[in-house]
């Protein structure tokens, strides 16, 4: 009698061992899940524009859009100029261009967004969507250049700017 006594209770013991494993394993399976469901997304996003105005990118759902920091005062500035082309050429065609000014580069961005977009205007024609002039990286990294630029944060891959 003892004998039996003894293996039942190693018996739900090791049952007990198999129902924390699976209870466990279903807890982090749930919490998986979890955090894939809050993931954010691009269109999560809240962005000013040059304005100064709110803009949810889900504004540009369904659309190509290519994200770029610029600046008015760096050696790729007529950029623009093939970007405004760009813009113009596939605009129609669910593709839109964001601008994001930005001063992370020898200080090659040191307008205000009034004089970016005096800038952008008049030597260029821009009339694709451009945003407030923000920091694409660095500790005051923007919050959107943050999640393109990190994996812990998009849950894709790491891109460098720079």
């Known amino acids: 009698m003892i004998n039996y006594l003894s ?7 090791k049952q007990n061992i198999k129902m ?11 919490m998986a899940i979890a955090a894939q469901a809050q993931q954010k997304s691009f269109y999560d996003f809240t962005v000013k524009t040059i304005d100064g105005e709110d803009i949810s990118l889900s504004t540009f759902k369904g659309k190509k859009v290519l994200v770029v920091n610029v600046a008015s005062k760096c050696g790729f500035t007529p950029q623009y100029a093939k970007l405004e082309e760009l813009y113009e050429k596939y605009g129609k065609d669910n593709f839109v ?3 994001f000014p930005a001063n992370n580069f020898l200080s090659q961005e040191p307008g205000s967004n009034e004089e970016i977009k005096e800038f952008c205007t008049l030597n260029y024609g821009v009339t694709f969507p451009m ?7 660095g500790k005051d990294i923007a919050p959107l250049y943050k999640w393109l630029t990190q ?3 998009n849950g894709v891959q790491d891109a460098k700017v720079g």
Do not use: C, Q, R, W
């Not at 293996?7 to 013991?13: K, M, R, Y």
């Not at 945003?131 to 990286?137: E, L």
């Open 7 to 13: 293996l039942h209770f190693v018996f739900i013991d």
């Open 20 to 30: 924390k494993t699976i209870i466990i394993s279903i807890f982090m399976a749930m």
């Open 97 to 99: 261009i964001i601008g």
């Open 131 to 137: 945003m407030a002039k923000i920091s694409v990286k």
């Open 151 to 153: 994996k812990s944060e």
